[in-house]
């Protein structure tokens, strides 16, 4: 609309232009080497207009023959171009659907056809990686990371290529490198976080978290419980040597993350040693109302070094109140109880947990009652232990599949951080026929608990993974994983404190089963403590 009323205004313009020209004639005098041209102005006119059409006809013609060649060049490049974005295009398909030959087909043609371009390399190194190449990839990477524009790129490939192979050492150097070229990258940040939690540097840990929340990299709620996570790893190495260090980080850490379990216990054995039993007290009850753990009860419990059992079984009673009564306060006020020869009262604090399949604890601790009031030879005692070997486990700290009976900052498989969770294992819902020597070992593993019927975690298999925390005594829980081991001495292995071992649970057995006869039930209950 608007082009077509500017064309009407310039047309009318010229006609304007031409009737004036036309209502005032004149004369045009040319001299030129003796000659003289005399004509008139419309004539002039329109001679200057056809002379500049025919210069500027000229013009083009003699501007294109001298530009002849590099329009041939230029053109041949685009099209070298075009197909070299073509075969690119067509790798990349191919790559995404798996097929290595014409992944390296198309491109070797886009390296060919576009040289040293990015995408070219980017598809030459995911091609070798399909077709298992790992040299020709890292190469290819390798090539990206010389250049500056793809050099962050080229990391992230050289980065993946040496945690293929097991170059712990490589990868880290690959992501802190990344990270300094751009702080903003997401994988570079998680390596060198996991890197430093690997190390034991939690300062440095801290300083990646922080860099992160304030790139906006992690929420800020993450940020605070990975921090609480990283002071307590720190609390927790220093609390035997450096007692004050790790009293004030614990305390940090309480305040970053009130209902993080084990900050709340470090800060509170730590304050109850320097005599500060109501703040150990007020931070342990915060934690326990939040998340009631058997941690934090024995804490609480043993706040006053040298306390009677009566006192004991108040603050049991104390936390059975503020969780309105938790499975794990009745457990402690159950265990309390006995302890304090109340077996009333230790009864009616397990009944709630007994009348829907009670746990390995709830089992042995009513055994334990049993056992007391009427002999460790008795009926009760020896139903309740029989059914304590096929109960379902109680919660341990489990990540990534691993469980452990300590927890631990990171997980001792991916090394993500805070990757403990204090949960049950999952039941096995079927196994193995009688006649498969793995379902008998694992008819034969079964979990053990230390006097105070606390779980630990079950006897490792031959491929056991690596320790969650490191620095407990081995002696007692090598000595609690004798039994086992025993019994298949080729594939169990002793289990040291604190190490993380795969959720192995016992394949249950039907009670007419003729093989779980009094005695076997008995003796592989005593396996539990």
Request: charged share 25%; net charge neutral.
């Amino acid at each position: 609309m608007w082009r077509a009323l500017a064309f009407l205004a310039l047309l009318a313009l010229a006609a304007f232009g031409a009737v004036w020209i036309a209502d005032r004639p004149g004369t045009v005098t040319i001299v030129w080497n003796g000659y003289e041209v005399a004509t008139s102005l419309a004539i002039a006119l329109v001679g200057v207009l056809v002379a500049a059409l025919v210069i500027g006809f000229i013009w083009a013609i003699v501007r294109g023959v001298i530009g002849l060649p590099g329009s041939i060049v230029r053109g041949s490049r685009e099209r070298r171009r075009a197909k070299g974005f073509t075969a690119l295009s067509r790798g990349m398909v191919a790559v995404g659907s798996g097929d290595p030959l014409a992944a390296r087909r198309h491109a070797g043609d886009a390296e060919r056809l576009l040289g040293a371009e990015p995408l070219a390399l980017l598809l030459k190194a995911q091609a070798a990686q399909i077709s298992g190449d790992r040299e020709a990839a890292e190469q290819a990477f390798q090539r990206m990371a010389n250049d500056p524009e793809t050099r962050v790129l080229g990391l992230r490939g050289l980065f993946v290529e040496a945690r293929r192979r097991e170059d712990e050492t490589a990868a880290r150097a690959y992501a802190t490198e990344a990270a300094r070229l751009a702080p903003s990258v997401t994988w570079a940040n998680e390596a060198v976080l996991e890197a430093q939690c690997a190390d034991g540097d939690w300062a440095g840990a801290q300083e990646t978290v922080e860099r992160r929340a304030s790139l906006g990299l992690i929420e800020k709620g993450s940020a605070r419980r990975q921090r609480a996570v990283l002071l307590t790893a720190s609390a927790q190495t220093r609390e035997a040597g450096e007692p004050e260090i790790a009293t004030e980080r614990a305390l940090r850490a309480v305040k970053l993350a009130p209902d993080l379990v084990p900050a709340a216990a470090i800060a509170g054995r730590l304050l109850a040693r320097t005599g500060d039993l109501r703040k150990a007290a007020k931070i342990v009850e915060a934690a326990w109302k939040a998340n009631p753990h058997p941690d934090l009860a024995k804490v609480y419990l043993n706040l006053r070094t040298g306390d009677s059992v009566r006192d004991r079984l108040a603050r049991a009673e104390t936390l059975a109140k503020l969780s309105s009564w938790h499975p794990e306060a009745r457990l402690a006020l159950a265990q309390t109880a006995y302890e304090a020869r109340e077996f009333g009262q230790a009864r009616e604090a397990l009944q709630p947990l007994l009348n829907d399949r009670p746990t390995v604890r709830a089992c042995l601790t009513m055994a334990r009652i049993e056992e007391a009031e009427h002999g460790a030879g008795s009926g009760r005692a020896r139903e309740w232990l029989a059914r304590a070997a096929h109960a379902p486990r109680d919660p341990l700290w489990i990540a990534d599949g691993i469980a452990s009976e300590t927890w631990a900052p990171v997980s001792p498989v991916s090394g993500r951080l805070d990757a403990f969770e204090w949960k049950a294992p999952t039941e096995l819902l079927a196994g193995p026929g009688r006649g498969d020597p793995a379902g008998e070992f694992r008819e034969d593993v079964t979990g053990d608990l230390d006097d105070r019927g606390e779980s630990r975690p079950a006897a490792p298999l031959a491929t056991a993974a690596p320790a969650a925390t490191t620095g407990a005594s081995a002696a007692p829980a090598a000595e609690a994983a004798k039994p086992a081991a025993a019994a298949r001495p080729e594939t169990a292995a002793p289990l040291a404190a604190g190490t993380a071992t795969p959720v192995v649970l016992p394949l249950p057995r039907t009670p007419d089963d003729p093989a779980a006869g009094p005695e076997e039930a008995e003796a592989k209950a005593r396996r539990f403590g």
